[in-house]
């Protein structure tokens, strides 16, 4: 097991409790909850035209795979992986990836759950042979704690990617995943 800041769970009356997580479905009534109140989040920041989270039905499509985090059985954060083939001119060949809606539960913020979450998509992705990932995340100061773990974690800022067109309410980010 290892607690919410990712590390192996130390036994004692100060431990945390495991953090748990695993692929869920965006139709279970608490992770619809949450989806929906990324969604409203997001705009409360950016214009709608600048939101590019996705809703629980495009969460449940075939190339996308969502994973929830529990502690103590209650839904802490969620993440989502779409893969993708490499576009033409890639800087690396192979699958690509995409983190979407990435999301803390507020009653769970600071905990390391977004690490924790953010570093098990990671791992998962690498598993299935995605050589890179990708991310679109928000430019105001509200999203400077989600740009800040990013970076933390390998990413760096990029240009638009996919469909994506630019935008001043977004931050384009890209790490590899090979050796």
Known sequence: MVDAAGADRADGPAARPPLLIEVDSSHAPDVRALIERHLSGMLEFSPPESVHALAADALAEESVTLWSARIDGHLAGLAALRTMPAEAGAPTAGLHGEIKSMRVADGFLRLGVGRALLQHVMAEARGRGV???????????????????????????CGPFGSYAPDPFSVFMTRSLEP
């Open 131 to 157: 050589t890179r990932l990708w991310l679109e995340t928000g430019s105001t100061p509200d999203f400077t704690a989600a740009r800040v773990l990013y970076a933390s974690e390998g990413f760096d800022e």
